[in-house]
């Protein structure tokens, strides 16, 4: 949903820095690379530990290159193999950053609750993922849904950052929020698969 609203704008502030990267010799893959492996890295190194800001604002950092990695794409030009690269780790980035809250909330918060939450939305962000580029293999459209890979990473963020400030039961509660939201999600991508794959020829 935040993909449909808010490209536009983005891509007005982060196109002309992604020419520049370009033009200075970096490549749209080196990018995603050097973004994937320090949110990854920051996720399993911080969050496990009990240092959510840090976990956050890095992991957060990281993230952000991922809207750079897009926009000298669309300088350079995309490739098959760079789209397959960027979606690879964009769910080493997922599995990594809700492994490390799961770790975080059933070794150092001996919270159950939101180990339970969290392995939901693990599960459930990769499946969310899966329909989509497996309904794309097969000619069908699955886009959209209520949360995209953005919305889920703003979500858990926020949870592990406001925690981190000290804000009691923000994890908990952004996991669980996240994990419904999440149901929703899956459940629309399956119906535009069901309702695309009727009307698709035999």
């Given amino acids: 949903m935040l993909n449909i609203f808010a490209r536009a704008s983005i891509s007005r502030v982060t196109d002309p820095i992604g020419a520049a990267l370009v033009r200075a010799g970096l490549t749209p893959n080196a990018m995603t690379l050097i973004g994937t492996a320090g949110a990854f ?3 399993l190194v911080f969050i496990p530990q009990g240092m959510l800001l840090w976990g956050t604002f890095l992991v957060w950092g990281f993230a952000l290159l991922d809207l750079l990695d897009g926009a000298m794409a669309r300088a350079k030009g995309s490739t ?21 809250i799961v770790w975080w909330a059933f070794v150092v918060e001996d919270n159950p609750r939101i180990g339970a939450a969290a392995l939901i939305c693990l599960v459930l962000a990769q499946v969310i993922s899966y329909v989509k580029a497996r309904a794309e293999a097969s000619g069908l459209e699955a886009d959209g849904g209520l949360i995209e890979r953005a919305e889920r990473l703003i979500i858990a ?40 794959g009727r009307g698709a020829p035999s």
């Fill in 157 to 196: 963020l926020v949870g592990t950052g406001l925690q981190g400030f000290g804000l009691p039961h923000s994890v908990e509660v952004s996991q669980w929020l996240l994990a419904v939201l999440s149901v929703i999600t899956l459940s629309q991508r399956v119906f535009a698969v069901t309702k695309a």
């Fill in 80 to 100: 098959p193999f760079g789209a397959v690269l960027d979606a690879t780790c964009d769910r080493l980035v997922d599995g990594a950053l809700f492994a490390a």
């Fill in 41 to 43: 890295v920051s996720a």
